[in-house]
């Protein structure tokens, strides 16, 4: 058996002040509330103790957010999942957005070791007004230590309801989807950002969404591998593949400021963490 971590979120709107409760069992928690834009959006950041995840842990993480509530939560640093000698290891997040109320999903990357066996599910539930901004970013092996990913498989989900569901697999054997043209072209750091309203958004909101955010892809040094759409009328995505983690995650960042500011009229607020 391995680690069995459950972390369940709770934030309600009070007043001008996103509150936050929170119950945890096993290792999988979270730091104490941090306000620092203002009382209006609750940062949490989620700390794992053991820090990584192998064969046979279960980790799973549900949060609730109430009608106004606004929360925003990361990662100190990279997910790693390590080599396993044969149990899954999976990870697992859900969340279910009440009318009015925002997240802002942005944990930091999550490294997949040659060898490693893993499902990572990620669904979230919002209602007609809800919204929210999302991204994954996935480092497969570890190049810069001469260990290519050639063993393991990674299973990866994302999931809104009625709206969009993501589900792929990539097994380290598999040459033609990581060499491929078609597949990965030989990189190794996948990234994707998202936006989602829970009613479709004006046509006007949306061009001007994708017009910020492709304007931001064509001057950056990932212009060729990265591309943004609409596939619903209440999502956009944006897709990227890279060779290092470090440029990914800072157009997905640049992206996430751009939107945060246009859609919800809110200056970009970094957690500290991504400074340290």
Excluded: K
């Excluded at 109320?101 to 809800?130: D, S």
């Amino acid at each position: 058996m391995g680690w069995q971590g459950h972390l369940d979120l709770h934030y309600r709107h009070d007043g001008n002040r996103t509150t936050a409760l929170d119950r945890h069992h096993g290792p999988l928690r979270v730091l104490q509330r941090l306000y620092p834009e203002g009382e209006a959006v609750c940062h949490h950041v989620l700390v794992h103790p053991p820090g990584g995840i192998v064969g046979g842990d279960e980790l799973a993480l549900s949060a609730r957010l109430e009608p106004g509530s606004h929360a925003l939560i990361t990662t100190p640093g990279a997910t790693r999942f390590y080599r396993s000698n044969g149990p899954l290891a999976q990870q697992t997040v859900q969340a279910e957005l009440a009318d009015g109320a925002r997240l802002e999903w942005l944990p930091l990357e999550a490294i997949a070791y040659p060898g490693c066996r893993v499902e990572n599910r990620l669904r979230f539930t919002l209602a007609p007004t809800a919204q929210m901004i999302g991204l994954d970013v996935l480092a497969l092996g570890l190049p810069a230590a001469g260990e290519a990913f050639e063993r393991g498989v990674v299973t990866q989900q994302i999931e809104l309801p009625g709206v969009w569901l993501e589900r792929g697999r990539i097994a380290g054997d598999d040459r033609l989807l990581r060499e491929s043209p078609l597949g990965l072209a030989g990189h190794t750091v996948l990234g994707t950002l998202w936006l989602a309203d829970g009613a479709p958004l004006a046509r006007g909101t949306r061009e001007a969404l994708l017009d910020e955010a492709r304007a931001l892809i064509d001057g950056h040094t990932l212009a060729r591998t990265a591309g943004v759409t609409a596939p619903d009328e209440s999502l956009l995505v944006l897709r990227v593949l890279g060779d290092r983690v470090e440029p990914v995650i800072a157009l997905l960042h640049a992206v996430w400021a751009a939107w945060r500011l246009r859609h919800w009229q809110l200056a970009p607020c970094a957690p500290r963490v991504w400074r340290t």
